[in-house]
């Protein structure tokens, strides 16, 4: 048996009304690297979510950045600029929580944190029923700086 991602998603918390499809190609993005890793489990479904809104702002500004004809100011002192850099301290520290590998994550936390993905799959454990991401689910890309930055 086959669990397709959007199954998985559609049994957790909603998301936000103001979630459009780019914060959901984000979400399912993440999420299939997450359940491929098997460390997706509720305490990061916020952290997902939180990721996708601040990564789209984050895309948005490096891509005004780089097809930016030179009409703006481009220098450290440029709004845009200052708002990359603030959006890279917000990602950082997100994508490094979320990117813990499992043993890293036990050895941090002192102890296995419990997982409610079986509950959702019907299954004994959360990895033993192969996930199927198909359709629409575009591999995590991560972040590079602006070449002009």
């Known amino acids: 048996m086959t669990i397709k991602l959007d199954d ?5 918390p909603p998301v936000p009304d103001y979630f459009t499809e780019r914060h959901m190609e984000i979400v399912r993005s993440l999420a299939s690297v997450l359940l491929r890793d098997g460390t997706f489990d509720e305490a990061v479904w916020l952290q997902v ?12 500004i490096n891509f005004d950045l780089e097809t930016d004809d030179g009409e703006d100011e481009k220098g450290f002192g440029s709004p845009k600029v200052q708002r990359l850099a603030y959006l890279d301290k917000v990602l950082t520290p997100l994508e490094r929580e979320l990117f813990f590998t499992p043993a890293s994550r036990k050895e941090g936390l002192g102890s296995e944190q419990a997982s409610f993905m079986s509950l959702l799959t019907g299954a ?6 192969p996930v199927d991401p198909v359709g629409a689910v575009t591999p995590f890309r991560p972040r590079r700086r602006p070449v002009g930055g």
Do not use: F, G, N, P
């Open 49 to 60: 979510q939180r990721y996708a809104v601040h990564r789209l702002k984050w895309d948005d």
């Open 8 to 12: 998985i998603l559609a049994r957790l």
């Open 124 to 129: 004994e454990k959360a990895t033993s029923a």
